[in-house]
């Protein structure tokens, strides 16, 4: 079984420029949450995705991050205009969308922002 | 968010148990216990959870407490390959009964060869 597929897996921009990560989620996984981890710390959800509906994003800056989750399967998150402290790795992770289900993420994207 | 206290960091020798410790004092009635763990340069991977009961799986064992305000996980063999972040977590029901998984810092176990 395929797992969550990210891309890219590295991205260098400068500040104020835009930039967008992809996620492809596990075949017939209607949940779908992007992850936001600054080093050393713990990976923080940023927006949780229900088929096309938003669950969660109380924790997403909405001035300068957007997400969308087109047909219920792929998934992009952008940022614009990027801040040094967006540098992080962004994890996409996914789950069959019931109670108590396991989550399986993605190897992330790791974004450094100059 | 309810949340969890784990120490920082914990060593191990290869081919020992290890015991891993949790608190979660406020943890209400409908919170599960979730334990992922994260090796370098991955994502997070699920290894147990539980409610009330004790549980166990080909990856490792999970201890609750009667009173349910702490919790162990436990590694039966550490190999080299179990050193990572281990993360205890409540999960949170959202409307429309879907969950949120809330990280913490985590403990960094080390295994020693």
């Known amino acids: 079984e395929a797992g969550v597929a990210q891309s890219p897996r590295y991205k260098i921009i400068e500040k104020r420029q835009s930039v967008a990560f992809w996620c492809n989620p596990i075949s017939g996984h209607a949940t779908l949450y992007w992850y936001q981890q600054i080093l050393g710390q713990g990976p923080k959800l940023l927006i949780q995705f229900q088929n096309n509906g938003v669950v969660d994003d109380s924790q997403l800056p909405k001035d300068r991050f957007s997400a969308e989750r087109l047909k219920g399967v792929d998934s992009t998150l952008k940022i614009q205009p990027a801040k040094l402290e967006d540098s992080a790795v962004y994890l996409c992770a996914s789950s069959l969308g019931i109670a108590k289900n396991i989550q399986y993420f993605g190897a992330g994207t790791r974004l450094s922002v100059l | ?113």
């Open chain 2, 1 to 113: 968010d309810a949340k969890t206290t784990q120490p920082n960091s914990m060593e191990s020798n290869e081919e020992e148990p290890v015991h891993l410790p949790c608190n979660h004092s406020t943890i209400s009635g409908t919170d599960y216990i979730h334990w992922y763990r994260q090796l370098p340069s991955q994502g997070p991977e699920y290894v147990i959870h539980g409610l009330t009961s004790n549980v166990n799986n080909r990856m490792a064992s999970l201890a609750i407490a009667e009173d349910r305000k702490s919790s162990t996980l436990i590694l039966h063999r550490a190999t080299l390959r179990d050193a990572a972040v281990y993360y205890c977590i409540l999960s949170t029901l959202l409307q429309g009964g879907s969950e949120k998984l809330v990280f913490g810092k985590g403990t960094k176990l080390t295994v020693n060869p």
